[in-house]
C-alpha cells in the first residue's frame, strides 16, 4: 500500500476491509498540524514518564481483524517510537486529527475517531475552521471546546489547541 501511493498526490487507509483514500492536505491543515505538534509537551508534574513524542502521517497498522492502516494527523506515543520503513505496529497513547473541508465524516465517523477508541484511549479532532474541538476519551462520553484551549491528555502530555 505505501509503496504504490509514493508520489501520489493522495493518502491512503485501509480500514475494516475497505481502502479509502483523500487528497493531499491544503494549507490550512498543514499549518494547523504544524502549530499542534509543536504544542505538544509533558503535563507540569506529570507522574506518568510519558515523553510525549510525536509522529505526524506515520502509517500505524490496528490489530482489529482485518489489519486496518491509518494514518492520524498526530500520533502521540510515550515511548520513543521505532525507526521502521513499514507501517508501525506499535500503539499511541492519543491522536490528534484535524479535520478537512469534505473530509469530515472521515475523521469524526464509525472509522474516525470511534475506530481509534478500541484501540487507543485518547483522541482529539480538531476543526480549524470552526474552532471546534472534540475531545473523545474511552472512559466518558465525548466533549466538544472551543478553541483556544489547553487539553491535559491521560497520558501526562499537554496539547494546546
Known sequence: MQTDASGAPVRLEYVRGRMK???SPASRHQKALRRIERAIESSAGAMSGCGCYTLADVLIR???PDGSRKRPDIAIFCAEPPDSD???EVLTS????ILSVGY???DLGADGARFYLAYVPEVLVVD????VVHHYRVDRP???YAAPITVELQCGCRVVL
Request: overall charge negative; aromatic content about 8%.
Open 86 to 88: 513499514e507501517a508501525l
Open 94 to 97: 492519543a491522536i490528534v486529527e
Open 104 to 106: 469530515e465524516e472521515k
Open 128 to 131: 480549524p475552521r470552526g474552532g
Open 21 to 23: 483514500w483523500e487528497a
Open 62 to 64: 490496528f490489530p482489529d
Open 142 to 144: 465525548p466533549v466538544r
